[in-house]
């Protein structure tokens, strides 16, 4: 199962299984076009998001192309737990 965590909206899964379904590095225009109901302002706030958690990296700062990470991989395939998401208290 797919933890929803604290910083994490209903979009997120989503928009990583645009990425793991891609498999290869893509803008935001590509994945905001392959997804259903979740808008592109959404789309291009959580990307950024979903970088400062390791579940998604940016590869090309030029042209803003994004790939998913393993740990992103992991999340999708439900091997991480809620306490593995969450930041960790310093």
Avoid: Q
């Amino acid at each position: 199962m797919r933890p929803l965590v604290s910083w994490m909206t209903k979009s997120d899964p989503a928009i990583l299984e645009v990425f793991e379904e891609a498999g290869i590095a893509i803008p935001p225009a590509v994945a905001e076009y392959n997804l259903v109901g979740i808008s592109k302002s959404t789309v291009k706030r959580r990307l950024p998001v979903l970088v400062d958690h390791g579940l998604l990296e940016k590869v090309d700062d030029d042209r803003g192309y994004y790939r998913i990470t393993d740990r992103g991989r992991a999340y999708l395939k439900g091997e991480l737990d809620a306490e593995d998401l969450e930041p960790s208290e310093d």
